[in-house]
Nanobody
Framework: QVQLVELGGGLVQAGGSLRLSCTAS????????MGWFRQAPGKEREFVAA????????LYADSVKYRFTVSRDNAKNTVYLQMNSLKPEDTAVYYC?????????????????WGQGTQVTVSS
């Protein structure tokens, strides 16, 4: 059974940092684009960041650019999201997702495998 499991969420003060990880099991994800999305209460799920299988291409939402960094370790089937300078508006459930193929995209519909999500809460 293919699974994506996110870890690393929690409560942090504004200006702080957190690192999320997402480990895939059940198959190798070396041919998948891995993405991070988030959903705040009462809002739609939105794109945060994505990285191609080789790590050569990354995409970021404007709201997190220069604060968040996505990376991956294919040997460990793990993708990371380093979040710095966190703001209260970053509070959300963060999901990792996988999309087969070489092209990174911000489109939620393109991602076919999803983790269960991890809560990130940033206090002001």
């Amino acid at each position: 059974q293919v699974q994506l499991v996110e870890l690393g969420g929690g409560l942090v003060q504004a200006g702080g940092s957190l690192r999320l990880s997402c480990t895939a099991s059940g198959r190798s994800f070396s041919n998948y684009v891995m993405g991070w999305f988030r959903q705040a209460p009462g809002k739609e799920r939105e794109f945060v960041a994505a990285i191609t299988w080789g790590g050569g291409t990354t995409l970021y939402a404007d709201s997190v650019k220069y604060r968040f960094t996505v990376s991956r370790d294919n040997a460990k089937n793990t993708v990371y999201l380093q979040m710095n300078s966190l703001k209260p508006e970053d509070t959300a459930v963060y999901y990792c997702a996988a999309k087969f193929g070489p092209i990174a995209t911000m489109s939620l519909q393109s991602y076919t495998l999803w983790g269960q999500g991890t809560q990130v809460t940033v206090s002001s």
